[in-house]
């Protein structure tokens, strides 16, 4: 018995993707594996978490290693990173500025540090021309009300801030560990007496 026309669910087959879009979608899936698993992670698990066959994978990719490099060049890329910088409130106390710096730089490091350890990297990517500039304007605007107590140019502060964030997300260097407001604190006040 034939079913009425009405009853009859046609199943459509999905759009093609671009490839540039299929490699964007497949790269949005795995990111999180990639995130837990590193270079450990199987093509079998990629395809996976892609919700693909491991030929779509390998169509898109060529091989597992290629899917490796892209996914770590999206793992360590900045914009999200600087994106977070532009979203912190502009109307904190300078203390308190420096601080949510030193914090948010913090976990950008460590997470630098655990995508190079997952995937046995000797040093992160060296950054693109012009990198370095776009994160002293993020800080530049940050601080832009606050210039006039600062004893050093606001370039000279990022730097600063940069390095004691950088220090501090090495748990290996310190014996005792330090928090980022204590952090903050030596930066704007120093450790002398007025």
């Known amino acids: 018995m034939a079913l009425p026309s009405e009853f009859v669910v046609v199943k459509e087959r999905a759009r093609p993707l671009a490839p540039d879009d299929r490699r964007e979608a497949i790269l949005e899936a795995v990111v999180p594996l990639l995130r837990e698993k590193g270079r450990d992670v199987t093509s ?4 996976e978490a892609a919700g693909v066959a491991e030929g779509t994978v390998f169509r898109a990719f060529g091989d597992k290693e290629s899917l490796l490099v892209a996914g770590v060049t999206k793992l360590l890329d900045p914009e999200p990173f600087r994106a977070e910088l532009r979203r912190l409130p502009h109307d904190l106390s300078l203390e308190d500025k420096i601080a949510a710096l ?19 990297l000797d040093g ?14 993020i800080v530049r605007d940050i601080l832009a009300p606050d210039v006039e107590r600062l004893g050093v140019p606001v370039d000279t502060l990022a730097w600063y801030i940069r390095l004691v964030a950088f220090g501090a997300s090495i748990d290996r260097v310190s014996a005792r560990p330090f ?12 450790v002398a007496v007025p």
């Open 102 to 120: 030193v914090e948010a730089l913090r976990g950008r490091f460590r997470e630098i540090f655990e995508i190079m350890r997952l995937f046995q």
């Open 179 to 190: 928090d980022s407001v204590e952090l903050a604190g030596v930066i704007v006040h120093g």
């Open 124 to 137: 992160p990517p060296a950054p693109r021309e012009g990198a370095r500039e776009e994160w002293i304007e």
């Open 44 to 47: 079998r698990e990629l395809a």
